[in-house]
């Protein structure tokens, strides 16, 4: 970090790529958020069907090792590229199929895989992309603000688009989504320069072993271990509720397509909101503090969710929920960013978000069949808010862990023990990097 009142360098017009390539996906994504679930709610009102859906987006996870060892091995940039074409790819066959009506669930399930494939090497490739486009003392800022815009694109606007377009047909959706993701190619192929690692693997080392280097390094580092454990039960609470939103806002608060679109802004406004001020929170609260309030702000969300069904305070929730939800990831992200080796970097990140993120596909599974045995006991409308409840008594127990474990001495620790590393800036040619203009 900066000193306070010292003259931060320029984010670039590198960045400035990366940021329109993740706004152009997210607005993609946030269409997805509605018409992927509102559709398959079309077609059965199942909720274990309903939660496979969620849960193929994110299985993929679970084989982002695969990706960090590609991402550590060749040009990030072009990675990016050809995962981001795989995507626009599926979803214009998934429109044509909508559009004949020859998407049924299980069309519809495989579809969110080979998405969600796609996704994990984009989004864990950005991850590592990031460091070597923006200088290392404005991560925190870079974080927020692409965040922020992502936020902004994917709900505050991709969320009522989708309900829109929904409202005139799943294809229309869909084909909206594809034209977006290929924008997003677009803007990450305007970013000139070699991405490869400096010092990343050759080509002849098998991919077993770049595996095992990035899961070694990252289970041998104890606040980074337990972050990504902390993560995936988080996360595992997280996906529960997501797997039945789209029929809890239906058949519990009593919403339409564009109400369930609006609600997601929720979440959203929370986030941007952080996005915007949470880089300036970070030297004032303690690490420790943040990340323990983040999860105490979730637990609390969960179960008022879950126990009183109005629509205002699911809105009021999820804007608190997101914006702890932004401070978390703003100190997470931009630590693991700081304190990892740079030609290691891609392979620890999938490691650790391959813990992280892993456990959603169990979440959201589970929350189908939780729901799916409790609706002949306790009728439809408990059922659907059992995940909220059970999510909320997980977040609340993940508390005490996070203030025992996740300690501020502990972050400290950390970041002095990284103090050698250097940024991977791999083998940049362009000057586009750091640009003197850029504000």
């Known amino acids: 970090m900066a000193a306070p009142g010292s003259t931060l360098p320029p984010l670039g017009p590198g960045y400035r790529r990366l940021l329109a390539a993740g706004a152009l996906g997210n607005l993609g994504d946030g269409i997805a958020l509605v018409a992927l679930p509102w559709y398959t709610a ?9 939660a496979a859906v969620a849960a ?29 074409a795989g995507k626009a790819l599926v ?8 559009a004949v009506g020859a998407a049924p669930v299980p069309v519809v399930v495989a579809a969110a895989l080979l998405v969600g494939v796609c996704e994990v090497f984009f989004d864990n490739t950005a991850q590592s992309l990031m460091p070597m486009v923006v200088p290392r003392e404005r991560l925190e800022r870079a974080n927020g603000m692409l965040w922020s815009v992502e936020e902004v694109a994917g709900r505050f606007a991709g969320a009522p688009l989708a309900g829109v377009l929904v409202a005139v047909s799943a294809a229309a959706a869909f084909g909206a989504q594809a034209l977006l993701a290929a924008g997003a190619v677009g803007a990450l192929l305007a970013l000139r320069g070699d991405f490869t690692p400096a010092a990343g693997a050759g080509a002849a080392v098998p991919l ?15 606040l980074l271990r337990t972050l990504a454990v902390v993560l995936g039960l988080s996360n595992l609470a997280a996906s529960m509720n997501a797997a039945v939103l789209v029929l809890f806002a239906r058949d519990v608060l009593g919403v339409g397509a564009a109400g369930f679109g609006l609600l997601l802004t929720a979440v959203s406004a929370g986030m941007v909101l952080g996005a915007q001020v949470v880089h300036r929170l970070v030297p004032l609260v303690a690490p420790g503090v943040a990340l323990a309030a983040a999860l105490a702000v ?33 100190v997470t992200v931009s630590l693991r960013q700081r304190i990892v080796p ?17 456990t959603a596909p169990v979440g959201a599974l589970a929350a189908g069949g939780l729901a799916a045995a409790l609706e002949p006991v306790v009728g439809r409308v408990w059922a659907l808010s059992a995940p909220f409840l059970v999510a909320g008594v997980l977040s609340a127990a993940l508390v005490a862990v996070s203030a025992a474990r996740l300690t501020t001495r502990a972050v400290r620790a950390a970041e002095a023990g990284a103090g050698s590393h250097t940024r991977s800036t791999g083998t940049q040619t362009s000057p586009e990097a750091v640009d003197p203009s850029s504000p």
Not at 57 to 83: I, S
Not at 91 to 98: C, D, I, P, R, S
């Open 298 to 330: 979730q637990a609390v969300g969960y179960l008022l969710v879950g126990s009183v069904h109005r629509v205002w305070v699911f809105a009021v929730c999820f804007v608190a929920v997101g914006f702890f939800t932004m401070w978390w990831n703003v």
């Open 42 to 50: 079309t077609l059965t009102g199942d909720p274990v069907a309903v």
């Open 91 to 98: 979803l214009v066959v998934l429109a044509a199929l909508a």
């Open 208 to 222: 077993r072993v770049l595996v095992g280097e990035g899961v070694r390094w990252l289970w041998g580092h104890r």
């Open 56 to 84: 193929a987006g994110r299985l993929p996870w679970l084989g982002a090792l695969v990706a960090g060892a590609v991402g550590d091995r060749m040009d990030r940039r072009r990675l990016m590229v050809r995962a981001g």
């Open 342 to 358: 740079g030609h290691l970097l891609s392979r620890v990140l999938a490691a650790y978000r391959t813990v992280g993120w892993g």
